[in-house]
């Protein structure tokens, strides 16, 4: 399956509350991910507190111009998998990880997340090439800036 989508950063208050709003106020989880990097590709590990679900998902290299692009399988996991995983992970090579909040709602035919990724809001919308566009003037964001870094990129970067 190819994944096709957009991460645009939000961190403006007033934006940020509309958006959330017009998602209809979805609740918030933390998710726990633990990323691989291998090749520009990438097998994460996740956990989401909310629902209690966890999940292994290989992500391949980012061939978009406009959206991402990307092939991804996804599939569940025991959570317990996740828990225990977590007690091995200090190993001498451990896997890069970090935390983030996350909402989401379907929206105009498309999955509409805001994530605070370490006080810094970002929209991500995932769905058709045809419907991306059309929640990006939704809510207009035509002018606010683009982001292609995956998290885990922006985390190697800090």
Known sequence: MIETEIK??????????????ALGSP???????????????????RY???????????????AGVRFNERPEFECPIPGDFFINFARLRK??????YYEKSRASAKFMG????????FGTYYLEVEG???????????????????EKRSYAQMLGEM
């Open 8 to 21: 645009i950063e939000i961190d403006r208050e007033n934006k940020f509350r509309e958006i959330y709003v």
């Open 27 to 45: 609740d918030w989880s933390i998710q726990r991910n633990y990323i691989f990097e291998f090749g520009g590709n990438i097998l994460r590990l």
């Open 48 to 62: 989401e507190d909310l629902s209690g679900n966890a999940f292994m998902t290989a992500k391949g290299k980012d």
């Open 91 to 96: 190993t001498s090579n451990p896997p890069s």
């Open 110 to 117: 498309c999955t509409v997340c805001l994530d605070n990724f």
């Open 128 to 146: 058709s090439e045809k419907d991306i566009p059309n929640v990006i003037k939704r809510f207009g964001l035509e002018e606010f800036p683009i």
